[in-house]
């Protein structure tokens, strides 16, 4: 099935991440066993090997464990196990790999490529969180209380203290502190310039190429042209520092469109955004 569908996906012109995207049992097996979990992983990319191997190196690209949930060292030696396993098979695909633990664009800094000639280092951007994730719903998080921050925003910004005014009013000192926190700098388009010029030094230093497989703001309460100006200029940091760029994702709280289901119902000022000027 997984084969299929990629090959669908590859016959209508898209480039593919078969990405290794750990939840559920394995989260906990990380969390309980990291050894054994690790295994696991190993487990599974042995028997997905013979898949990416038939299928086109230049369309397909196997990502080998998103947001590695482990310590920088851990993840470093299981990296090049799933590096050597992918290899026995796959010796011409892209190898994709991203900093543990949150796969976040400041924990490239200290982590080195792979011994590999052929790979991409994979980033993520979500910050500041408090606005890209202000009203989640999937957990208890001081997230799923913050709503209605704007983009861009300081501590003094009028928006901002009344956020944290009405936080405060009803005790709710973990989420304004975590506003405070970070909004601690300001968050403006060049704040976002500066990480991903960060980013592009990195790439240079190395001599691997980089891509921003994930960045994205909920859709749950804030407003559209707070949005669209952060997922414009994140986008367009990234263009101008060489870094592709993917959004995630389509049509859940992060998405720019009602229901994969229908054409129907685009977000025309996330499309503008991310395609636009």
Request: negative net charge.
């Amino acid at each position: 099935r997984i084969q299929n569908g990629i090959r669908d996906l590859v016959g209508l012109g898209f480039s593919v991440l078969l990405d290794m995207h750990p939840s559920g049992k394995l989260v906990a097996a990380f969390r309980n066993d990291p050894e054994a979990a690790g295994g696991q992983v190993l487990q599974a990319w042995t028997a997905l090997r013979v898949v990416v191997a038939d299928l086109p190196a230049d369309w397909v690209y196997p990502e080998l464990l998103n947001e590695p949930p482990m310590e920088r060292t851990n993840w470093l030696a299981l990296r090049e196990q799933i590096a050597a396993t992918l290899r026995a098979t796959c010796p011409l695909h892209t190898l994709v790999w991203g900093p543990a633990r949150f796969q976040g664009i400041w924990e490239i800094a200290d982590t080195p490529p792979l011994a590999d000639d052929n790979q991409i280092a994979a980033v993520h951007y979500y910050a500041p969180m408090a606005f890209t994730h202000q009203c989640e719903n999937w957990d208890a998080s001081p997230l799923a209380r913050i709503a209605n921050l704007p983009f861009p925003a300081t501590r003094g910004t009028p928006a901002v203290s009344q956020v944290l005014s009405k936080l405060r009013a009803t005790g709710d000192e973990e989420a304004a502190n975590l506003v405070e926190d970070e909004l601690s700098a300001p968050w403006t388009e060049a704040r976002i310039a500066a990480d991903f010029a960060d980013v592009a030094r990195w790439s240079a230093t190395h001599g691997c190429p980089v891509m921003l497989n994930e960045f994205g703001v909920l859709n749950f309460c804030v407003d559209a042209d707070s949005r669209a100006s952060w997922v414009r200029a994140v986008r367009k940091a990234a263009e101008a520092n060489h870094v592709a760029w993917i959004y995630w994702e389509l049509d859940q709280g992060f998405g720019f469109i009602r229901s994969r289901l229908s054409v129907e119902g685009f977000d025309d000022s996330m499309i503008a955004a991310l395609l636009g000027g």
